[in-house]
């Protein structure tokens, strides 16, 4: 126990040294300067400490006691699980990451519980590592039990929980200790929709941001500007631009001193994701690349040199999108190349890049076939994607959605893309597609979605109500014949614009879905998960 | 000579009515109001009927067909203007029948019967002269008049009867008729409506901004929220610029899409069209029906280099068929689809259908 004695009178000095350091962490927070963890840490103590010595006083033998408890408890669990492992590096990594949080924790539960996880995680990371060297059943069974039988009952995301004031509260504190701006609602909500953010696009995230942004790294408040003012719009290209943000910070990132890369970078990335998400609700596609990184970045053995724990995060983002976007894009193209015959009429609407290269690439196979694009206010992308198609030179019309039912007798087949594939078989996509979907059922033409698999997502939905993006209300507005009927619709008390941004289809108005790993009924959707994670 | 300058007089106004309707016509989508169209042609018939030379029944009806085919010709898409110019034509023929001192009863029902037994006698029928045939007429066309300018009143006096307290109504662009309709709701119950803006003229925000002052809590949306929004609402109330013989509506476009959501959900689908708006028409193959305004509305010249490689389509209307629609409220009551046939040969002779086929 010589380890844990040497911890303990650490800490001790910690303490005494705090109300020094207390105030230099204060000084540097308001010069907007990142604190490093530790600061943050005696930030969080301080406060802690505050609560506290309010209620009740407890002294200093009992924290004493309760960190010598956890970091028995440390060493003994890898000890049981892993025998014919790296035991060393583990229990020290554990001890000595636990011991300044351990420290003056008021409730011991937390501690411990902190502790456990602590452990568990690095036994698991150890026991992956022994997968890779060796392979031994036993110790690898035990790992994946773990996780399934500990995991926790799935928190609901922030960003429909907006009528929750502990929610929100709860959202405010983190950005605070994220140091990462709050944007606030705009204008009046529907009733239906209190749940839900609406921001407006006049108010940028970044006014609160001071210049030049320390906390947060350039090119991802760029990104988050690109997203707040739909600059970069659409699921494929949000990852995209999100994958190449990360790995420009990834570049940039330097471990600091006494710091795992593997743990420090995925705390670093955090308040990123915070912002980022404030900017634009994370779509389930960024949010699957995101774990995807994180998995990944926690992967790196510890040993691993900084450069080159750099450069295989860099080769694994490459491969990523190489893997899950271009040349997923290129199977799903094969296969609705065989879809599409000659004298088609193809219905799309909006602007999916998935739809566009395939009808780009069954244009320059020699298929004969026209495109009716089909658009709707207010954003106006199916403009964009009459633009590409008639650049390259296919036959194109182009309609409203409110004269769908004038123009689908004409249709043979309706290309739809997708924004996410929910486990209960409905496809998310932006509003209308249900709509499309709808009618053309009525008139009984094929409707085919095209989707990769990485935005295949486990949530389940059934209504567009529950969980949905709001947008700009003023969107809405249009001058026609120079009268601008909605001008001033915030003075109207009882009026209120509505500008939703996805919506779901149900799978009985989709008849194939095309997706890289083959055709696949909608229905088959968590099939396709669950193949992925056993993968995985 | 007095003659010459009512006859000129009258054939100015003529002129005039027709040259607005061309002119309404042509306007980016202002769909002219029907209610005061109808009007304006049931006055101008009354002004013939007073004012140009005639001897018998026959010799009115045909000089009001002609005219009426000249308005019709005019503007087809209006088809107010034909459905007056035909209930002129059954006043006509029943206030000389009336004269006649036969009953009108006979006649209209059976036409089966009729069409084996009469056949021809109603050829010669019209030729006789009566000395007040044209107060008559005149006085019945005064009754129309009347009862057109109280239709919108009849069908918003039901108001209550069809929309209960805290409900969600759904509706699409614009009509004064469902307007007037809500309004009259909203002073005794309180509920939330949800307007369809109808791209591209946007109509619906107009109807919202009217229907606000009125303090009914408004909600617009774009047209491609209609399905995800539809399973909240529990009514879907429109108004129509035609209702066809058999049952289905010529609406603004958008409206089959409404329908369609509204079956897929099980909700009502209730039209609010007053009786002048019903046609003898039947509906043909789309293509024959559709009224299309420049696509400049759709895709704008700003958008310049496309523009010559694209085609763009800018419908103005929408057929809606019978199935798919639940109720009609009229200034005479709630009706089922199915019974606009029945109506309909209530309102206007069989013969006077095609206004072209006139001796």
Known sequence: MADSDGRQVDSINHSTEEDVKLQEVVQAKCEGKELTKEEKQRLRKEKKQHKKNKKDDRGPPEKEKEKEKASVLAPSKPATQSPAHKAAPVPVNASASESPVAAEKPAKSKAEQRAERRARQDTERASKQGKKEGGQQSASSKPKATPNELQPVKRLPEHIQVDDPAALKKLAKKLERQQVPLRSDYGYKVSLFSHLHQYSRKNPPTQQISIPATVIHPSIVRLGLQYSQGIIAGSNARSVALLHAFKQVIQDYSTPPNEELSRDLVNKLSPYISFLSQCRPLSASMGNAIKHIKKEISNIPSQCKEEEAKRRLQECIDSYINEKIILASEAISKYAIEKISDGDVILVYGCSSLVNHILCEAFEKQRKFRVIVVDSRPRLEGREALRRLVKKGIRCTYVLISALSYILPEVSKVFLGAHALLANGYVMSRVGTSQIALVAKAYNVPVLVCCETYKFCERVQTDSFVSNELDDPDDLIVTRNGKTHLENWQTVKSLGLLNLVYDVTPPDFVDLVITDLGMIPCTSVPVVLRVKNVDQ | ?359
Request: with cysteine; aromatic share 6%; proline share 4%.
């Open chain 2, 1 to 359: 000579m007095p003659g010459a300058d009512k006859e000129t007089d009258l054939s100015e106004r003529i002129e005039s009515f027709l040259s607005e309707l061309k002119r309404c016509g042509r306007g980016a989508g202002s769909l002219r109001d029907s209610a005061e169209t109808a009007r304006e042609t049931t006055a101008l018939l009354r002004r013939i009927t007073a004012q140009a030379r005639w001897g018998n029944a026959g010799e009115l009806m045909e000089i009001i067909r002609k005219e009426g085919r000249r308005m019709t010709a005019a503007q087809p898409s209006e088809t107010t203007v034909g459905n007056m110019v035909r209930r002129v034509l059954k006043i006509i023929r029943e206030e000389y029948a009336r004269s006649r001192g036969s009953s009108e009863e006979t006649d209209q029902q059976e036409s089966l019967h009729k069409l084996l037994t009469s056949g021809g006698s109603s050829e010669d029928n019209f030729r006789q002269h009566f000395a007040h045939l044209k107060a008559n007429v005149i006085e019945a066309i005064n009754e129309l008049l009347t009862e057109l300018e109280g239709t919108t009143d009849n069908i918003s006096m039901q108001a209550l009867e069809h929309i209960h307290s805290n409900e969600v109504i759904m509706t699409i662009g614009r009509s004064r008729t469902v307007e007037a309709f809500l309004k009259d709701a909203a002073r005794k119950r309180k509920f939330h409506v949800i307007v369809a803006e109808c791209a591209p003229f946007c109509q619906g925000h107009e109807m919202a901004t009217s229907l606000c002052k009125e303090d009914i809590e408004t909600t617009v949306i774009p047209d491609a929220a209609i399905f995800a929004v539809m399973s909240r609402v529990n009514k879907v109330i429109i108004g129509t610029q035609t209702v066809l013989a058999n049952g289905g509506l010529r609406a603004v476009n958008g409206t089959h899409t409404l329908a369609l959501a509204a079956k897929h959900h099980s909700t009502p689908l209730i039209v609010c069209a007053p009786m002048f708006k019903l046609s003898p028409q039947f509906p043909n193959e789309e293509d024959t029906f559709h009224k299309f305004v420049s696509p400049h509305e759709v895709l704008p010249f700003t958008e310049g280099e496309i523009l010559s490689k694209v085609n763009a389509h800018c419908p103005v209307f929408d057929y809606v068929p019978p199935e798919l629609i639940t109720l009609f409220i009229s200034n005479i009551g709630g009706n089922a689809p199915s019974y606009i046939y029945r109506l309909m040969s209530e309102l206007y002779h069989p013969e006077d259908h095609e206004l072209y086929t006139g001796k």
